[in-house]
């Protein structure tokens, strides 16, 4: 830490993949540094090259066909020429790495203690195997493991995802690193947890003078964490500056846009409506009627916002409905009742926006699900249209399919591969009654448009396209039957920032043309405060609070809701830093008492 | 955990009775509904030709006349307590568990087996050592060095050992190396505890030819379970700590590669255990499955039954074995116990 000099420094860097078609630059020239004890942010969406340049940090690259020219120097020691036998004794010694998925980064065979004492004796042979455990104990102590003594001897299986992420970091401490480069290392965590796990990497680093490189898609998660962010897209750093200075007065082009698609939960859902409508007038009007829609003409004006729905009966209507799982386990593999859902109401007006926000976990989903009867509620009943359908067959919910349905999380695994998106698409269609091929035809390319896609698109299958134009292909599957609800559950978030603030938009645009009504199921409280007249916010199997989406998020009733206020990450890098040291005030505090 | 060992054990003792009662569907029901009277069923257990009354006998000493209930209780009473055979004056005691009497030998069935297990288990044992630490070994380095010339020869070695048959591989080892080359006697079996010596070079090449087959499938098995982990992150973990290859390699890749192979290893040696048929004839090793060849083909039925349910055991046990082993190789199980 005495030294001046940077642990990383990276000059000119240059990755390159030879393909069939001509070699890929996955990253093109690119130099940071990051000084002793110092915070590095590297942001980009996917296919940036962020991933790529922490794996060549690390030397991960060895054996692959990368070809990697330029300068990496990590304690001094040059990464790209080094022996193999030299980056091994960095790598876990110098530099440390945590990895995106928790869940798939620890091996699930040994105990966490047998992979802790490993990455320790490997770099101190001489260390004697108590040495070692009392060293992976106090590890685990320092990362927030509760009863270390104990836990060591446990199997990753048997800890959370936050937990094995914080295990992952105690494995990188063992051998106390001057780097720790931390790749994407919340992106499968609930937002309390990230909130927890990025409390901890800044508490690591500022204690142990350690030095952090923290790679995100999304600028909220590093803002309150880095010094210096280095915003990169198609390999190239478009922008690298002080993290204030890039938040706050973006030069590149590209900077703006990537901050204007962070969805913010200060905005509320009608500023955000008032901002695309304006931004849609402007351009249609450029635009001279492009794209008549004629078999979609919208059905209803832009609903006018609760005051008169009211009095009409609702178009949902949910009233403690329950789902209950067998869990199988215990003596002679006796099933337990598990209640995934324990009674929720709520009624869902034509043209309304209902927001679920939940953790993993909290029901969210098998909510949604019994309201789409892909489940049957164990109690409770769901109204349709003033019909109930809590324990319809399918044979009489077939024509009501019709009018609700689903857009799902994963782009990528809820379109058949084999299938061409015409197909997809024009299914429900036929399965409806449709007989005319070629008026099933015309209607699919006419919704191919409306979605922002090209009506040639038909014929093509879907791994022809990126993930934000399949969860295009997805709404246009939802939205071909002329639904009257349809269920999104967290349909973006799959998706990059930008991506998603446009399937965001192209959702909007839909409910104003044809009077849908949504339920948006999701974990990031500012995207569903952005579309929801209502939220609900749920918790284990509960719903802790429900209202009108401006007061459950300025005046929140319960203290859960404040805690996952709390948490969410926030663009501005000292309220980001105020909000941490308010959470770690109030995490000390409950320890003292 | 004992839960799990308990469990595990009900379901193995289950299976044998599933197995038990399959297996005396298929010998004394199974031919009654194709129209075999009583008498003709006799004649099968009897053998050579007998004398009307001699079958009559036989069908009342078999109780071939009685109710399939009635039958199937007198079998399983054999099988767990022993039953005895009349022959006029004589009087044969066959001892629990009593597995039947072969007409055509005048002896019981299970001593008999028992005589020739030894052969059988030397030969299963041997060969599945020597595939299963080749057949992995094999797999562990093609996988390692994938796309290399001997990744390209090994599994194209491994293609011909899986599709040829051991009757064309023994048969070809026989004629050079015993006949041509005589690099290995020709000679009978010789037990372990008399001659060590003998017995191995006896052994060698019904293990090598036996094993080949087999090596050959697990060698393809292994490397591509090898493949599939080393792209795991787990291995990214171990080698962003600074791990060196060959413990990345034989601590973190190994482990989740073998644990289905252990699988397989279990019912394959159950298998073998059961008699190999082949490898025993083309050698003329009197084992298990030569003896089930031997009853087959003169028609001797107590004794396919008898070989038939001493194969199932060994499955089962074999099974019950692994799944046993299963806990202590994959901790994630353990929780379902």
């Not at chain 1, 040639?456 to 609800?485: C, E, T, V, W």
């Not at chain 2, 030894?118 to 050592?129: E, N, Q």
Request: aromatic share 6%; hydrophobic share 45%.
């Amino acid at each position: 830490m005495a030294s001046t000099e940077p642990v990383v420094r990276v000059d000119d860097l240059r990755v390159t993949f030879p393909t069939m078609d001509g070699d890929v630059h996955a990253v093109n020239g690119l130099s940071f540094e990051v000084p002793a004890g110092g915070a590095l942010g590297i942001v980009g969406e996917s296919g940036s090259g962020k991933s790529v340049t922490s794996l060549a940090l690390m030397g991960l690259h060895r054996g692959s066909r990368a070809r990697i020219t330029g300068s990496i120097e990590v304690a001094g020691q040059d990464v790209v020429s080094a022996s193999d036998r030299k980056l091994r004794r960095m790598r876990g010694n110098d530099i440390a790495m945590v990895f995106q998925d928790p869940m798939q980064s620890l091996h699930p065979q040994y105990t966490i203690g047998n992979q802790l004492i490993e990455a320790y004796r490997i770099h101190n042979p001489k260390a004697t195997k108590a040495e070692a455990h009392k060293r992976a104990v106090e590890s685990l102590d320092r990362v927030g493991i509760p009863h270390p003594q104990k836990r060591i001897n446990s199997y990753p299986h048997e800890f959370s995802g936050g937990m094995r992420q914080r295990v992952v970091i105690a494995m990188g401490l063992m051998c106390d690193p001057k780097v720790l480069l931390a790749d994407e290392p919340t992106t499968a965590l609930d937002v309390t947890v990230q909130a927890q796990v990025l409390d901890l990497l800044d508490e690591l680093r500022t204690d142990l003078g350690m030095g952090l490189i923290l790679v995100s898609h999304d600028l909220a998660v590093v803002a309150g964490s880095v010094d210096e962010v280095v915003v990169m897209r198609h390999g190239v750093a478009v922008e690298r500056g002080d993290v204030r200075t890039v938040l706050a007065e973006p030069e590149h082009p590209y900077t703006r846009a990537l901050l204007a698609a962070v969805p913010r939960v200060e905005l509320s859902r009608a500023q955000r409506r008032a901002q695309d409508r304006a931004e849609r007038d402007k351009r249609e009007g450029r635009v001279t009627e492009a794209g008549e829609f004629s078999a979609f003409t919208p059905t209803a004006t832009p609903a006018a916002t609760g005051t008169d729905s009211s009095e009409e009966t609702p178009l949902l209507r949910v009233e403690d409905v329950a789902q209950r799982f067998g869990v199988r386990g215990g003596v002679w593999g006796r099933t337990t009742d598990f209640w995934a859902v324990k009674g929720v109401s709520f009624d869902l007006f034509r043209g309304e926006t209902l927001g679920i926000v939940g953790e993993s976990g909290s029901g969210k989903s098998t909510l949604s699900r019994m309201v789409m009867r892909l489940l049957e509620p164990t109690r409770g009943r769901v109204e349709f249209e003033g019909r109930d359908i809590t324990h319809m067959s399918e044979r009489e919910l077939r024509p009501l399919r019709r009018d609700m349905q689903m857009v799902f999380q994963n782009p990528y695994s809820s379109l058949n591969p084999r299938v061409t998106v015409g197909d997809a698409i024009g299914t429900a269609l036929r399965v409806q009654g449709e007989r005319d091929g070629r008026k099933v035809r015309r209607q699919v390319q006419e919704l191919l448009e409306r979605v922002g896609l090209e009506p040639d698109h038909y014929n093509r299958f879907p791994h022809a396209f990126s993930g934000g134009q399949r969860q295009r292909i997805a709404i246009a599957r939802a939205l071909i039957l002329k639904p009257k609800l349809i269920i999104c559950d967290e349909p973006v978030s799959a998706l990059d920032v930008s991506t998603q603030d446009q399937v965001l938009r192209l959702l909007s645009e839909l409910q104003d043309d044809f009077g849908l009504t949504y339920i948006f199921v999701a974990h990031d409280l500012a995207v569903v405060r952005q579309v929801s007249d209502r939220v609900a916010v749920m918790r284990a199997g509960e719903v802790v609070e429900m209202g009108d989406s401006d007061s459950v998020y300025e005046e929140p009733s319960s203290d859960y809701t404040r805690q996952l206020l709390n948490a969410a990450p926030v663009l501005d890098p000292d309220e980001a830093r105020s909000l941490r040291a308010e959470r770690r005030e109030k995490r000390d505090k409950k320890t003292a008492a | 955990m004992l839960n799990y060992i308990l469990r595990r054990l009900g379901a193995g003792l289950l299976l044998l009775a599933v197995v038990t009662a399959v297996t005396f569907w298929i010998f004394y029901v199974l031919p009654r509904w194709a129209g075999v009277t009583p008498r003709g069923m006799a004649a099968m257990y009897v053998g050579k030709a007998p004398t009307p009354e001699a079958l009559d006998a036989t069908v009342e000493r078999l109780g071939l006349d009685q109710p399939v209930a009635m039958q199937f209780l007198e079998f399983v009473r054999g099988l767990l307590l022993g039953q005895e055979f009349t022959f006029g004056r004589e009087t044969v005691e066959c001892a629990a568990p009593c597995l039947g009497y072969s007409f055509t030998t005048n002896s019981p069935v299970l001593p008999q087996l028992l005589d020739r297990l030894p052969v059988t288990a030397s030969l299963a044992f041997g060969a599945a050592i020597i595939w299963i630490i080749g057949g992995v070994a094999v797999g562990v380095l093609s996988a390692v060095k994938k796309g290399s010339f001997f990744d390209r020869l090994a599994m194209g070695t491994a293609l011909v050992g899986v599709s040829m048959p051991i009757y064309f591989t023994g048969l070809l080892a026989l004629a050079f190396l015993v006949h041509k080359w005589e690099l290995f006697p020709v000679s009978r079996y010789v037990p372990l505890s008399e001659d060590p010596v003998a017995w191995f070079q006896v052994m060698f090449l019904p293990w090598v030819t036996l094993a080949f087959l087999h090596a050959a499938q697990y060698a393809r098995q292994t490397r591509a379970g090898m493949l599939e982990v080393l792209g795991e992150d787990y291995i990214r973990t171990a080698r962003a700590k600074g791990l060196s290859e060959r413990r990345v390699i034989f601590k973190h890749a190994l482990r989740p590669t073998l644990t289905p192979i252990v699988t397989i290893f279990g019912l394959d040696v159950g298998l073998v255990l059961g008699g190999a048929i082949l490898t025993e004839t083309v050698f003329s090793l009197n084992g298990i499955g030569a003896y089930a060849i031997d009853a087959i083909v003169g028609k001797d039925l107590p004794v396919v039954l008898g070989v038939t349910l001493m194969g199932a055991v060994f499955i089962v046990v074999c099974n019950l074995v692994v799944d046993l082993l299963y806990p202590v190789l994959d901790p994630r199980v353990r929780i379902a116990g």
